[in-house]
């Protein structure tokens, strides 16, 4: 479908917001939490036959706005380990000036020690970077 | 007798072609000499910005009196419709400011790249430009040495307006369009030089795309806005066998409320 594309690019954000409202008569408070890793592996699913692109490197810009945790990386690696030809995958997390100073270190060290994650850390394909704005 | 130690002229040029960007650099070049003041010059006006704080168009107009070469040198413009302008459009007032560039636009015969920009929310719409200068601008997007053009957030401005500017290798369109006036023939509008393109995926801008052509696409780069599905683009992919590139801006942001997410994940 497109034979010639070597490189693809991800701009994304984690976000949250909060949402109030009253349920049984209570207030009730919602901290909703917005993460693109399944946009991300559903865009790569339906826009490409994957087996057969000749894709040779991702970038996936992410800017996170608040802390993040428990997601799913599981579908995403799955993914990308269907791509034949990829010989480069990074993931570039982006800190919003509000968030925590030593946050930068402990997410780096989460993220480079998650089950899913190391699968294509220890191939050599993925690397992850971490800065602040 | 001794020689001056001096470079040549084209090294220098090219010293400076890398700084292009960096007009305080280049400024303080051209202040060395009269000999790097020549040099600089062509590079320091290969791009200018007329509304914002660099220049106005009035001391643009000015300078071209002064130093009428310098047409030459000026390849690349960008517009800024600032807020205060834009009120006096929405006001059908012109101020000096408008009516300078108005008279400057129609000078520049060898721009190769345009850009015309909204500095206000939710853009400035195209409806109350003055006819002058949309006149001049359709002239300049038309011209067949212009290759690069960026339309930003001016609202309402015809998509069939570019159909005559088929010599294109690069296009921005970012806002909100109108699709009035397009062709009813499917596949008509044919972009043969195209090499790039950015869009954002208002509705009239995707059902524009899904008609249109682009062999020679390199780089695609897509805004994604809420509520657009992520379909057209497999239709884009599919006519544009020569992409390399391809960068995707996920819909769900969070730096803007109008464009929050419509799909959420809850932990």
Redesign the interface.
Known sequence: ?????????????F???DDYGISGGQPLF?H?????I???S??LQ???KLPTILLQSIIIDITV?VIF??ILWEPLVDTLQQIDSLKKVELRFKLDRDMPLDYKSRAVGALQSEIHLVRLIETGLLSITMSSS | MSLKPSFPVELLDEIFYFIRDDAPALRASADVNQNFADIVEKHLYHHVTLGGPEMTAAQLSKILVDSSHIITYIKSLGIYLSRTNSLSFLQGLRTEEEYALIRVLPRLLHLTALSLHANIEPGVPWSDIHSNFKLSFLDCIRSPTLFDVSINCVTGFPLSLLEESLQLKSLSLIGSFSSGGLSKKQGVVMFPHLQSLTIETPPELVEWLDRTNFSQLRSLVIWMLKGTS??F??GI??N???????????P????STYR??S?????
């Open positions: 479908m497109v034979p010639h594309l070597q490189h693809l690019y991800f701009g994304v954000e976000f949250s917001w919602t909703i939490f917005s993460t693109p399944p946009w991300i559903q865009s339906t826009l490409f706005r945790r428990e | 992520a379909d683009i497999a992919l599919s544009s066998k020569s992409l390399t590139y391809l960068e995707l801006h996920s769900h942001r969070g730096e929050r997410v799909i959420f994940f809850r932990y």
